[in-house]
């Protein structure tokens, strides 16, 4: 099937980009990859008079590290992220996750804004962000603001931002001290959305002990999910007393949507989702204590 007609625009700058947004309201798409996009716009899942590309915004690309955190050009490719040594060293769960998203040639147009602003719930990167509390530097024509990680995923591909906002960059706080980190998921085949995965950054200090502990869930409700309250179990918990088992356990209690489809009931995905939550965490505890 063909796409819907539609006319399009290839605005220079992001200025230009918020402008045109702005004018075409409601019937305007932003386009960045399009690999989530032009899918759902072949098969008529969704339709728009007009889509404005920002892939080409030179402004919106590129890895900038300094003052704790990790900037992010929201047009960076996936690709990029997986080549960069400032990722790798300050965002070590986003670098782990990115080999996990779809195929080489999806992630050589894939960008990380275009991933996040699409707000799957099975897509690695929001539950890295939402884990790792990223902020997100959105544009308009009034100005700019950040949304916190925690308050931009609304429900099933929606966010807070409004119709004429842009994301242009996501920034990630980078830990320190003894870290690990670790995306475990599982897939029918490799390239596919995870039928449940976790993702999972955990710090510990000189005496074994939790001190700060982050879990993203994958394909576990109708957005991206924190678990918070195995999170607040885990912290202060001596690494060797830990009960990784009910850890996970804990996370995957009280899901209240968990999807149902071909590919497993509510109750399959939810124990599956244990079972990654298990592994990763173990896996991040591990590199953690070599570390």
Same mark, same amino acid.
């Given at each position: 099937m063909?796409?819907a007609?539609?006319?399009?625009?290839?605005?220079?700058?992001?200025?230009?980009?918020?402008?045109?947004?702005?004018?075409?309201?409601?019937?305007?798409k932003?386009?960045a990859?399009?690999?989530s996009?032009?899918?759902?716009?072949?098969?008529?899942?969704?339709?728009?008079?007009?889509?404005?590309?920002?892939?080409?915004?030179?402004?919106?690309?590129?890895?900038? +590290?300094?003052? &704790?955190?990790?900037?992010? &050009?929201?047009?960076t490719?996936?690709?990029?992220?997986?080549?960069?040594?400032? $990722?790798?060293?300050?965002?070590?769960?986003?670098?782990?996750?990115?080999?996990?998203?779809?195929?080489?040639?999806i992630?050589?147009? &894939?960008?990380?804004?275009?991933?996040?602003?699409?707000?799957?719930?099975?897509?690695?990167?929001?539950?890295a962000?939402?884990?790792?509390?990223?902020?997100?530097d $959105?544009?308009?024509?009034?100005?700019?603001?950040?949304?916190?990680?925690?308050?931009?995923?609304?429900?099933?591909?929606?966010t807070?931002?409004?119709?004429d906002?842009?994301?242009?960059?996501?920034?990630?706080?980078?830990?320190?001290?003894?870290?690990?980190?670790a *995306?475990?998921?599982?897939?029918?085949?490799?390239g596919?959305?995870?039928?449940?995965? +976790?993702?999972?950054?955990?710090?510990?200090?000189?005496?074994?002990?939790?001190?700060?502990?982050?879990?993203?869930?994958?394909?576990?409700?109708?957005?991206?999910?924190?678990?918070?309250?195995?999170?607040?179990?885990?912290?202060?918990?001596?690494?060797?007393?830990?009960?990784?088992?009910?850890?996970?356990?804990?996370? *995957?209690?009280?899901?209240?949507?968990?999807? +149902?489809?071909?590919?497993?009931?509510?109750?399959?995905?939810?124990? $599956?989702?244990?079972?990654? $939550?298990?592994?990763?965490?173990?896996?991040?505890?591990?590199e953690?204590?070599?570390?």
């Open positions: 063909k796409p007609p539609f006319r399009y625009h290839r605005p220079e700058s992001e200025e230009e980009a918020v402008a045109l947004l702005a004018e075409l309201g409601d019937d305007a932003v386009l990859g399009g690999q996009l032009i899918p759902m716009l072949s098969l008529r899942l969704t339709a728009f008079d007009h889509l404005v590309d920002v892939g080409r915004i030179e402004s919106m690309r590129g890895v900038r +590290a300094g003052g &704790g955190e990790v900037w992010v &050009g929201a047009g490719t996936e690709a990029a992220i997986e080549r960069d040594a400032a $990722v790798a060293a300050g965002v070590p769960l986003l670098a782990r996750a990115t080999p996990l998203i779809a195929h080489v040639q992630r050589n147009r &894939g960008t990380v804004g275009g991933s996040i602003a699409h707000a799957d719930p099975a897509a690695e990167y929001p539950a962000a939402l884990a790792l509390d990223a902020e997100l $959105v544009l308009s024509v009034r100005g700019a603001r950040t949304i916190a990680a925690a308050d931009f995923f609304d429900g099933l591909w929606t807070s931002m409004e119709p906002e842009l994301l242009v960059g996501i920034r990630f706080p980078t830990w320190s001290g003894r870290c690990g980190s *995306v475990e998921e599982m897939v029918r085949r490799h596919d959305y995870a039928i449940a995965g +976790a993702a999972v950054a955990v710090e510990i200090d000189d005496d074994d002990r939790v001190t700060r502990c982050a879990i993203g869930l994958l394909g576990l409700g109708s957005q991206p999910l924190r678990a918070t309250a195995a999170e607040a179990d885990a912290v202060g918990s001596a690494v060797d007393g830990l009960d990784v088992d009910a850890l996970a356990r804990r996370a *995957v209690d009280d899901l209240a949507d968990v999807p +149902a489809d071909l590919n497993g009931s509510a109750a399959y995905r939810t124990h $599956v989702g244990a079972v990654m $939550v298990g592994r990763a965490l173990t896996s991040a505890i591990e953690a204590r070599r570390a």
